[in-house]
């Protein structure tokens, strides 16, 4: 059973452009949760999915953006007009249920750079 | 709102020497606590968990972790660290379904 698998690991986008970051959680796990690490900083969380629904997405930038579970095929969070200050790695994590004590599974990363 | 508090940013311990990391947790409620582990370049991986119970919680790695409502702490602890232990410690507290993190504490080992 592989674990949450995130690609890319690296990504490099100009100001301006989209970038577009996947998530395949757990096999049988319906739950997946987006973090953001900004250098010499803690995770903050950023959007809670199941799947085809958006269920907290407090921690989520007002613009730019957004991110899905289709029923079919890995979360996406997807960044509009990259800015410089989006620079982060940003974690996906899945879980089976959302019980309190479900623990939840990270994936390696994906480490976006804005040149 | 929950919140997690870290207060040591970096440590340094001498390899086989004991280590404590300390974190303190606010929630109205009772807690679910998470210590994980993240090497360079990695995700995370979870250490232990305390939900109920016990209040003296064993994990992976040697690691244990002890919840004192009293104080509001969730310490880590380890009686004698290897080299393999350097890495970043998160401290983590989990509401209705999301995990509060707090800023993490970088673990420097020394021969």
């Not at chain 2, 086989?16 to 947790?25: D, Q």
């Not at chain 2, 305390?50 to 244990?64: A, H, R």
């Amino acid at each position: 059973n592989a674990g949450v698998m995130q690609n890319p690991r690296h990504l490099v986008r100009r100001r301006g452009q989209e970038a577009r970051l996947r998530c395949s959680p757990m096999k049988g796990h319906s739950h997946v949760y987006w973090y953001r690490q900004l250098p010499e900083e803690g995770l903050k969380f950023m959007v809670y999915l199941q799947k085809e629904n958006i269920i907290d997405e407090s921690g989520m930038p007002k613009e730019r953006f957004s991110a899905e579970f289709p029923k079919e095929g890995p979360s996406i969070l997807r960044i509009q007009q990259v800015v410089r200050g989006d620079s982060a790695a940003y974690f996906c994590a899945s879980s089976p249920v959302s019980d309190r004590d479900a623990e939840a599974f990270f994936g390696q990363g994906t480490r976006l750079t804005v040149v | 709102a929950q919140s997690v508090t870290q207060p040591d940013i970096h440590i340094t311990v001498s390899e086989g020497a004991s280590l404590e990391l300390r974190c303190n947790y606010s929630y109205g409620a009772t807690p679910y606590l998470f210590w994980y582990v993240q090497s360079p370049g990695q995700g995370l991986q979870l250490l232990l968990k305390y939900f109920s119970g016990d209040t003296l919680v064993q994990g992976i790695k040697g690691f244990e972790a002890e919840f004192k409502r009293s104080q509001s702490s969730f310490n880590l602890r380890k009686p004698s660290v290897h080299w393999s232990d350097a890495a970043e410690y998160f401290c983590a507290v989990k509401g209705n379904e999301k995990l509060t993190f707090g800023t993490g504490t970088r673990l420097t080992i020394i021969p």
